[in-house]
């Protein structure tokens, strides 16, 4: 069974920022292996999302969160980037 959700989320890096975004996340349940990652568009862009790693907190509405890794980003359009996003522990969502 896989499950979804697409919304806004604000993702919280390891110095505390707090950059808001759109989220698009799934689940994906592959040989017993429970997982779940997606993709954040940001709303701004700055140096310190640019260098963001492992250990982060996605936030989603009604105080749910997960821990993330950025497994890769990419240029869309002058303006926005495309965050790729791999979840640990349970979906919060």
Same mark, same amino acid.
């Given at each position: ?5 697409? !919304?806004?989320?604000?993702? @919280?890096?390891?110095? !505390?920022?707090?950059?808001? !975004? ?6 994906? /349940?592959?040989?017993?292996?429970? !997982? ?5 568009? $940001?709303? /701004? @862009? ?10 982060? /907190? ?29 979840? /640990?522990? $349970?979906? $919060?969502?």
């Amino acid at each position: 069974m896989t499950t979804t959700y697409s !919304g806004p989320a604000k993702l @919280i890096l390891v110095d !505390g920022a707090c950059i808001s !975004g759109m989220a698009s996340l799934t689940t994906n /349940q592959r040989g017993g292996i429970n !997982g779940w990652g997606g993709t954040f568009r $940001p709303d /701004q @862009i700055t140096t310190e999302l640019r260098s963001a790693g492992e250990g982060l /907190q996605l936030e989603l509405p009604y105080d749910r969160a997960g821990t993330v890794d950025v497994t890769g980003m990419r240029k869309l359009l002058a303006t926005q980037l495309l965050m790729s996003l791999t979840g /640990q522990g $349970p979906a $919060p969502f």
